[in-house]
């Protein structure tokens, strides 16, 4: 059977020999080092990837796709907009909210927060506050009897819980016989929610919006904007776009991805750092590639004289030890590739049994707003990381194949 001379003879250099068990266990450290790089990028990225895709699901699980508002603030004539925005194509809901800046105190307990007034019979079309309840109901709030939905965070600061009334003060002045004072008024706690996120779990208390209207003295009927969901939120900056366009210019809209942008851009950022940290194990690995594939040509010195005055060439004797480094990269990756997929698959059911055998939990529920560890791979890493370890292993075989593709017959067998 034909097999190309220079594969051959590499692959016949990669076989242990009794003479040479040093350099296939250099060989096998590199393979091992190889593999465990792969492996450990292809796990880190899909955690990170997990965390990633389970945080942008709770904040907007809460938060809008898409906002329209107007620059005055005071928003009437809402509705037909409203109805002409949800026939449009990938709508799936859409809710008017009214919104401001607030203290809420009970007993001596005082806490800064941010107030939303929504439309109880919409919002569930565009937030996960209804299914995220752990007592009462957004639906008791009624426009005039002054309630309030706080997150549970929230109201175990305070020590208030559903029936009982708390003050909301808002920076509104009113003129009163003793002086200016602030506007507060009393509420009563309807419902607590717990959608896991710190941010809205301990700062955000949701009112009818007619309710918080009326504090903050806008006019009847007026909103601060349109909260749109979309049954795809990757389209939330095209829809943005296009209705920008299309809407009076009294109007302007944007996206999650300009609300959020600070806090997903600090992801990627770590993303990107943990990549290349985390290459840094697989260019380790080709810098053993290279002393191996030294310590061969050094050790074939007589062989590879041999070969050149059998007639082959340069390049071919240079391609015998590119084909041997490159096979320990290929070994390495493809070993790689299989326990990274495996355990990236598998890492939700790995981390419990680890937990379980020795005894502790790697993510405390009580500091972490997400105790288990989850896990999204992606193909496209997988590619990425498998490509780039084949790239540096092969790049690492360059010098050594040239210093063999440098020796001189005359020279190497002078003393043989």
Do not use: C
């Amino acid at each position: 059977m034909f097999k190309p001379l220079s594969f051959y003879i590499g692959l016949r250099y990669t076989r242990a020999k009794r003479r040479n068990h040093f350099i296939s266990f250099i060989s096998m450290t590199s393979i091992l080092g190889i593999a465990l790089g792969v492996t450990a990028l292809i796990t880190v990225l899909s955690v990170m990837n997990g965390f990633e895709k389970e945080l942008r699901h709770r904040m907007l699980g809460m938060s809008a796709h898409v906002v329209v508002s107007t620059f005055n603030n005071h928003w009437r004539d809402w509705q037909e907009v409203a109805q002409q925005l949800q026939t449009r194509e990938h709508v799936t809901g859409v809710a008017p909210f009214v919104q401001g800046q607030g203290m809420i105190t009970f007993n001596k307990n005082v806490k800064g927060t941010f107030l939303q007034g929504i439309a109880p019979e919409l919002e569930p079309q565009v937030s996960q506050v209804k299914d995220k309840m752990k007592a009462g109901s957004i639906d008791l709030l009624k426009a005039g009897q002054f309630g309030v939905v706080l997150g549970e965070e929230l109201a175990h600061s305070l020590g208030v819980w559903v029936g009982q009334k708390i003050t909301v003060v808002v920076p509104q002045a009113s003129v009163t016989p003793i002086g200016i004072l602030p506007r507060m008024k009393r509420f009563t706690v309807q419902g607590v929610f717990n959608v896991g996120m710190h941010d809205f779990d301990s700062n955000l208390v949701l009112l009818h919006q007619d309710d918080l209207a009326k504090l903050l003295r806008m006019p009847a009927g007026s909103i601060h904007g349109l909260n749109i969901k979309l049954d795809d939120m990757f389209l939330a900056k095209s829809f943005s776009q296009q209705i920008q366009r299309e809407l009076p210019g009294e109007y302007h809209s944007y996206d999650w991805t300009y609300r959020h942008k600070n806090f997903f851009e600090a992801i990627k950022m770590e993303k990107t750092v943990m990549f290349v940290i985390l290459t840094l194990i697989v260019a380790v690995a080709a810098f053993n590639i290279v002393s191996t594939l030294v310590m061969v040509v050094t050790d074939k010195q007589a062989d590879i004289a041999i070969l050149r005055t059998l007639g082959a060439t340069p390049g071919s004797v240079m391609a015998i030890f590119m084909v041997q480094g490159a096979l320990i990269g290929v070994f390495g990756t493809l070993l790689g590739l299989g326990g990274g997929i495996s355990l990236a698959l598998n890492i939700e059911t790995v981390i419990p049994a680890l937990e379980n055998v020795f005894g502790i939990q790697f993510l405390s529920p009580d500091i972490y707003y997400i105790s288990d560890l989850p896990s999204d791979l992606r193909w496209y890493d997988v590619y990425t990381i498998s490509s780039l370890s084949l790239i540096i292993s092969l790049l690492a075989t360059i010098y050594p194949a040239w210093r063999a593709s440098r020796t001189q017959p005359a020279e190497a067998l002078r003393y043989e």
